[in-house]
């Protein structure tokens, strides 16, 4: 009776201190959940409001640059073939545009919806054909193994949980696919620079109506939710590749991109940044 006793006992104190751990993990995932949804809301806003006044003409020659980035999308590609192609964070559309005009079936996706509106303006200036849609980064609506590429353009800064993204990005594409991921180091700490970037904001406010307080003003409360806020290595994206389960994963440091857009980017945007730029590439 007493043994009895006894193991009913230990049975409810387990059986509360099992509730008792459900009840707090349940807890730290809505919690957990719904800070991320208040960053990226916040993020959403911003590229919002930024869409603006955003404008990806800032070179000299917009052939030029075209035709560049063009070579470069290209030679990662390795193929003349029609793809299907995801492009993630497409902002304004810019990579998405370049593969349509070079005959691939393209997909672009943001979670600014006035960035999309910019996108698809863009599109029908150009009278190319492009699905923009609204989507998370992290969380997207497509099968497993729908593309045959999918690429993004320094996005990775603003991504709460980019080894969540990346795992996304590798099921969306097919077997013998490939991830594409254009990064860099946007970051640098020194005096210099910071002076640099100083003088760039009062340029870009006087030149471009852009005010310096914006980003600051949305990114402040939640970079420390944005493990790559400061731009990334080369070494972290293989890194999240390999765990991603992707293969043949190659580095192009891009030298010539670097000196191409010294030549031909904008003066505001040579004197504020100095970026660390490559090209990390995948294989399913």
Same mark, same amino acid.
């Given at each position: +009776?007493?043994?009895?006793?006894?193991?009913?006992?230990?049975?409810?104190?387990?059986?509360?201190?099992?509730?008792? +751990?459900?009840?707090?993990?349940?807890?730290?995932?809505?919690?957990?959940?719904?800070?991320?949804?208040?960053?990226?809301?916040?993020?959403?806003?911003?590229?919002d409001k930024r869409s603006q006044t955003y404008d990806d003409n800032r070179y000299?020659?917009?052939?030029?640059?075209?035709?560049?980035?063009?070579?470069?999308?290209?030679?990662?590609?390795? @193929?003349?073939?029609?793809?299907?192609?995801?492009?993630?964070?497409?902002?304004?559309?810019?990579?998405?545009?370049?593969?349509?005009? +070079?005959?691939?079936?393209?997909?672009?996706?943001?979670?600014?919806?006035?960035?999309?509106?910019?996108?698809?303006?863009?599109?029908?200036?150009?009278?190319?054909?492009?699905?923009?849609?609204?989507?998370?980064?992290?969380?997207?609506?497509?099968?497993?193994?729908?593309?045959?590429?999918?690429?993004?353009?320094?996005?990775? &800064?603003?991504? $709460?949980?980019?080894?969540?993204?990346?795992?996304? &990005?590798?099921?969306?594409?097919?077997?013998?696919?490939?991830?594409?991921?254009?990064?860099?180091? &946007?970051?640098? $700490?020194?005096?210099?620079m910071r002076l640099r970037r100083f003088l760039g904001r009062i340029i870009a406010?006087?030149?471009?109506?852009?005010? $310096?307080?914006?980003? @600051?003003?949305?990114?402040?409360?939640?970079?420390?939710?944005?493990?790559?806020?400061?731009?990334?290595?080369?070494?972290?994206?293989?890194?999240?590749?390999?765990?991603?389960?992707?293969?043949?994963?190659?580095?192009?440091?891009?030298?010539?991109?670097?000196?191409?857009?010294?030549?031909?980017?904008?003066?505001?945007?040579?004197?504020?940044?100095? $970026?660390?730029?490559?090209?990390?590439?995948?294989?399913?």
């Amino acid at each position: +009776m007493v043994q009895e006793f006894e193991y009913q006992a230990r049975w409810h104190v387990s059986s509360r201190v099992i509730l008792l +751990m459900l009840f707090f993990y349940s807890t730290f995932v809505v919690i957990h959940r719904s800070v991320l949804m208040d960053a990226k809301s916040v993020i959403s806003m911003y590229w919002d409001k930024r869409s603006q006044t955003y404008d990806d003409n800032r070179y000299n020659s917009q052939n030029e640059v075209r035709l560049f980035w063009k070579g470069i999308l290209k030679d990662a590609n390795r @193929t003349d073939e029609s793809l299907k192609i995801l492009d993630v964070g497409t902002g304004t559309g810019f990579l998405a545009l370049l593969f349509a005009e +070079m005959g691939h079936s393209v997909t672009g996706i943001d979670i600014s919806r006035g960035m999309l509106e910019k996108a698809r303006y863009n599109a029908g200036k150009l009278k190319l054909t492009v699905d923009f849609m609204h989507c998370d980064a992290e969380n997207l609506p497509f099968e497993d193994g729908t593309f045959d590429v999918v690429i993004n353009r320094h996005l990775l &800064w603003t991504l $709460p949980s980019p080894g969540i993204a990346i795992d996304e &990005w590798s099921r969306a594409v097919k077997s013998g696919g490939k991830i594409m991921l254009i990064d860099g180091r &946007w970051y640098d $700490p020194t005096i210099d620079m910071r002076l640099r970037r100083f003088l760039g904001r009062i340029i870009a406010f006087m030149t471009e109506k852009r005010s $310096p307080h914006m980003f @600051t003003s949305h990114y402040a409360n939640i970079k420390d939710q944005l493990p790559f806020f400061d731009g990334s290595a080369s070494n972290n994206i293989v890194d999240l590749f390999t765990e991603a389960g992707l293969k043949n994963i190659s580095i192009n440091n891009l030298e010539k991109l670097k000196e191409f857009e010294n030549k031909n980017r904008s003066l505001t945007y040579r004197i504020a940044n100095k $970026p660390s730029l490559f090209l990390s590439l995948g294989e399913k």
